[in-house]
């Protein structure tokens, strides 16, 4: 492992995000379940429904349908930066493509749309 990949992983959101969450679980006491602060946000992006035509051609238009880039940055042939996928960095990334897979289908099947530039 090489000290940029190294640095990357420490420095990774979802890395903190662990840590965090046994920080707190420490402190409650030694639960077996985890302790989920994004779960208020999960349920509310799992429970919102599509039931308006401009609501989800908006939603189609601003979630990718692909996880967005993934770069690296080389000076004289070395890597000096690597840029993760940006679906990694969000923790709520499977919400989002769910809620946006429900607005696709709600254009499709209810109102008869083609999806096809949304793909």
Known sequence: MNLVQHTFETLHLRFWWTRLQ???????????????LL???????????????????????????QCPFEREVKVLGRTLLKIPPMCKLNPLYDEVIALRFRAMCYLADNCGEDISTYC
């Open 39 to 65: 779960f208020p946000m999960r349920q509310w992006l799992d429970n919102m429904n599509v039931d308006n035509r401009a609501f989800a051609h908006r939603l189609c238009k601003m979630i990718p349908s």
């Open 22 to 36: 046994q920080v707190l679980q420490s402190i409650v006491g030694h639960q077996k379940s985890k302790i989920d």
